[in-house]
């Protein structure tokens, strides 16, 4: 299975740590980035754009948002797939990134197996 080059936007360290641990020991993905707020995201994504294959948006970050982050990634010439994994996956949220170029919303609380599986799927393809 082709490995998946991913950016991942997380404000929370712990959770960046466990999230990198493990997307990289239970799918074919290598994280080569990652930020903690919006504006470092935006910049991490300009420099990775052509490289990348999946983005992984936290909404709520230290600065800024990852709707703001979701909003910039839709003027830029990327192929990656984005996907919201946050804690605050209501329906108007999904809404709303849906609408601003994600492909998926995942419940960080409940929605990690289906993140793996989005991730094995999108190496597949």
Same mark, same amino acid.
């Given at each position: 299975?082709?490995?998946? *080059?991913?950016?991942?936007?997380?404000?929370?360290?712990?959770?960046?740590?466990?999230?990198?641990?493990?997307?990289?020991?239970?799918?074919?993905?290598?994280?080569?980035?990652?930020?903690?707020?919006?504006?470092?995201?935006?910049?991490?994504?300009?420099?990775?754009?052509?490289?990348?294959?999946?983005?992984?948006?936290? %909404?709520?970050?230290?600065?800024? *948002?990852?709707?703001?982050?979701? /909003?910039?990634?839709?003027?830029?010439?990327?192929?990656?797939?984005?996907?919201?994994?946050?804690?605050?996956?209501?329906?108007?949220?999904?809404?709303?990134?849906?609408?601003?170029?994600?492909?998926?919303?995942?419940?960080? *609380?409940?929605? %990690?197996?289906?993140?793996?599986?989005?991730?094995?799927?999108?190496? /597949?393809?």
């Amino acid at each position: 299975m082709p490995t998946l *080059s991913a950016f991942i936007v997380e404000d929370n360290p712990t959770i960046l740590s466990n999230l990198v641990a493990t997307l990289e020991e239970l799918t074919s993905v290598r994280i080569v980035g990652s930020a903690p707020s919006e504006e470092a995201a935006v910049r991490g994504l300009h420099e990775h754009a052509t490289d990348l294959d999946l983005v992984i948006v936290d %909404l709520f970050l230290a600065a800024g *948002s990852g709707l703001g982050v979701l /909003e910039a990634a839709q003027g830029m010439q990327m192929r990656a797939q984005r996907v919201v994994l946050s804690n605050f996956a209501t329906p108007e949220v999904r809404r709303r990134c849906l609408a601003l170029g994600a492909a998926e919303v995942f419940d960080k *609380s409940r929605d %990690l197996d289906a993140l793996i599986d989005y991730c094995d799927k999108l190496a /597949e393809a």
